[in-house]
Each structure stands twice: as structure tokens, then as C-alpha cells.
């Protein structure tokens, strides 16, 4: 494919993009029936003896969390300090144990405000952790296609050693809930994929894998849903292979679907009782990309199907500089371990200009709470996100 038709492929000029799904490129809507058994749920645990017990920061959050949805029913405005769960975090919030329910509400608490509120926490709400830089495919709104990141010789490609993620999840243990297995590269090509989600088993709340399900080989299905996995992403932009292997190149839409529905089959004959939330999740990139048709084909095989909002990472460094100012959120939310220990505040900048850490000088915390990262935030809360490199071309906020 000619560099002309990848970007013929690509009709989506978005001038900003926010965090999150939009309304209507996602499959779930949270019901009324939900609000309120969601709504009884957390009166009754913040009537109970376990809330009181509750360490004073957390008693307030989660009081803020029980306050915003009596104000709903009253249809009373939310504060900006104020939240109520939203659809996709329903299901998870079903699937946790009542011992574990405050850490969830806690953690959902942090992720979703702390970006708005400019909070700095101890440690981000989210880590996403690279098994591996490589990845098999070459999408078209991917930095992968960027051959002076994936070709070999430029030094960016690579498997994280085993050792390493331990001690990342060591550190991060007890103080972080949300592990993402994804970033750059695709999670299941690494060997020891199975043994990193051993290590992580009962150690914390969100563990997410990202992957284009090209991989989806028996014993990895087996090895995902035998192990403490709250959340399996397939990559998946069409429901038609000859849209799927344009965005897609490299990918083979009959061997992705085959690996989906055997994924979907395994799961319901041998893990009738998992709690899994498996989710069909396309880069919107163009019109061609029809939210009812990929509903309706892929929802068999998943509990959700959701279009994320395109940033164009393809070409991150040469993107002309915009006029936004408003702050990246990304910046209080994520922050992003490399396969080779660098630390990163995000995925935009796939080829780390902004990283000032390594794992084997800092830890994450002091990443994280660090003079630099300071720095680099008021950059974003001072209008002078132009000032930075590639934050002056990204579209988040």
C-alpha cells in the first residue's frame, strides 16, 4: 500500500481529542435498572462497618462517589469533585468482590478526577507496562508504521526482561490498581507472557491486556483466562476484510476472527464463571467504519464494542504544531514503563523525548513525583504546551 492510500484511509481531522468513549461509538449504555442497584450497592457499603474503618481520604472519596448519586436522583448538578460510575465501569464494578469494592470506587475515583482536579498522587492510577516494543502488524494510524521507530537497527524495538517486570510489579503492588499489558508493541508476541500474568495473579484490580488477537493461539487462551486478567482488549477496526486488512496491514481478517470465536468458544465452555470483560475496540479513522455493523458482528463475541478516538501517532514528530492549550490529562492519569525500563509519560511520544527516567535509576514514584514531571505539568497548566515537543502536535487534553 502507497503512503498516498494509507493516508486516503484516514478522513478523520480531529482537532481535539478527549479521553474516553464518545456516546455513540460505544455499544453500552447504562440503564436505569443499573443506576439504582449501583446506587443501593454503595449505600449499603457506606452503611456498613467496613467504611468506617476506612482510612480518612478514602471515607471521603467514596462519600463523594455515594453523594453524587443521591444528587442524581434528586437531578441535582455534580460538582466537578463529584462522579457516578459510567457504562463500561458498571460491569466491572459487578464482577468485584465486597472486599474489594471501596479499593475499586477509590481507584475509579482517581483515574476519572484526578486528571480534571490536577491531583498528584503518590503514584499514577494507571501504569501501562511493555511486554514488547515489536508488533507484527503496520496499521496505517500507528507508530509502527513509522519505519525510524519499528526498523531494528534504530534501537527502539525490544523484549522486556523478565526480571525487570517483576520488580515493576513489586513496586507497584498495593499502591497502583490499574496494570495495562500494551503500549507500543503487541503484549502476546513476548514468551514469558504467560509467567508475567502468574506473577501478577491477586496482586491488583485492573489488569487490562491490549492486543490485535492475531496470536490467539490455544495455550494463550488458556493462559489468559486462567489467570487474573480483569479486562481482554482485541484490537479490531472493521467488520469486513477488505476494510479490516487496509487499516489492518499485515493482519489476515479470517485468522483474527477465527482466533476471536475460538477465544469466545473456550471461554464459555472451560471458564463458565469468569468475570472477564472482553471488548472489540477500533481506532476511528474514517466513515467506512460503521458503529451498527460492528456491533452486530462482533458484539456475539464480546461484552462490549467501542470506537476509541484517533490521535494521529503515525506521524507524532512531523504533526504541525496546534493552538491547543488546554492541559493533557494524561499527565496526572498514566504513565507508560518501556520494554527496556524507560519511563515515559506517554504514547504519543513513542520515541522518548520526554522520558528522564530509567527503572534501573528510579523508581516509578520518584518518576512520577519528580522536579521534571513537575515541570512539564505546568507547562501544560501555564498554556505553554507549544513550548514542548511532540506535546505541541498532540490533540489530547
Known amino acids: 500500500m502507497s503512503e498516498a492510500e494509507k493516508i486516503n484511509l484516514i478522513t478523520v ?20 435498572n443499573e443506576f439504582i442497584s449501583t446506587k ?14 476506612l482510612p480518612q481520604k478514602e471515607k471521603n472519596i467514596v462519600s463523594k462517589i455515594s453523594d453524587a ?31 474489594d469494592a471501596f479499593r475499586y470506587l477509590v481507584y475509579r475515583y482517581k483515574y476519572n478526577l ?65 496494570i495495562t499489558l500494551a503500549s507500543r508493541g503487541e503484549p502476546l508476541l513476548h514468551k514469558d507472557i504467560g509467567k508475567m500474568l502468574e506473577y501478577m495473579n491477586d496482586k491488583f484490580l485492573a489488569v487490562k491486556i491490549n492486543s490485535n488477537a492475531s496470536l490467539l493461539t490455544e495455550d494463550l487462551i488458556h493462559t489468559i483466562l486462567s489467570n487474573d486478567v480483569q479486562t481482554m482488549v482485541f484490537s479490531i477496526d472493521a467488520a469486513n476484510k477488505e476494510l479490516y486488512e487496509q487499516l489492518r496491514v499485515r493482519g489476515k481478517f479470517e485468522a483474527t476472527l477465527a482466533n476471536v470465536k475460538n477465544y469466545h468458544k473456550i471461554k464459555n465452555d472451560s471458564y463458565p464463571n469468569s468475570n472477564i470483560i472482553t471488548r472489540i475496540s477500533g481506532v476511528k479513522v474514517n466513515e ?21 478516538n484517533f490521535t494521529p501517532w503515525q506521524s507524532s514528530y512531523e504533526n504541525p504544531s496546534n493552538e491547543i492549550s488546554a492541559p493533557c490529562t494524561e499527565l496526572w492519569r498514566r504513565l507508560f514503563v518501556w520494554w527496556d525500563g524507560k519511563i515515559n509519560p506517554c504514547d504519543y511520544d513513542y520515541k522518548s ?36 515537543i511532540p506535546c505541541n502536535s498532540c490533540i489530547s487534553v
Open 13 to 32: 481531522t480531529p482537532e481535539v481529542k478527549l479521553k474516553g468513549f464518545m456516546p455513540e461509538n460505544f455499544s453500552k449504555v447504562a440503564s436505569s
Open 40 to 53: 443501593l450497592r454503595i449505600d449499603k457499603l457506606v452503611s456498613g462497618e467496613a467504611f468506617v474503618k
Open 69 to 99: 448519586y443521591a444528587k442524581i436522583e434528586r437531578e441535582e448538578p455534580l460538582h466537578k469533585d463529584e462522579m457516578i460510575l459510567e457504562a463500561h465501569e458498571l460491569g466491572e464494578f459487578s464482577n468485584i468482590k465486597e472486599a
Open 114 to 178: 484526578y486528571p480534571v482536579l490536577k491531583i498528584v498522587y503518590e503514584y499514577p492510577p494507571c501504569v501501562q507496562i511493555e511486554p514488547v516494543s515489536v508488533c507484527n502488524f503496520r496499521c496505517v494510524f500507528c507508530y509502527q508504521s513509522d519505519e525510524s521507530f519499528s526498523k531494528k537497527k534504530h534501537g527502539h524495538m525490544g523484549r522486556m526482561d523478565l526480571g525487570l517486570f517483576k520488580e515493576t510489579i513489586d513496586e507497584l503492588e498495593g499502591k497502583v490498581e490499574a
Open 288 to 308: 467506512m467504519q460503521d458503529m451498527d455493523e460492528m456491533i452486530n458482528f462482533w458484539e456475539p463475541f464480546a461484552d462490549l464494542v467501542a470506537f476509541t
Open 353 to 388: 523525548y520526554l522520558s528522564n527516567w530509567d527503572m534501573k535509576d528510579h523508581s516509578i514514584s520518584e518518576a512520577w513525583n519528580s522536579e521534571y514531571y513537575n515541570n512539564l505539568r505546568e507547562q501544560h497548566l501555564s498554556n505553554k504546551r507549544n513550548k514542548v
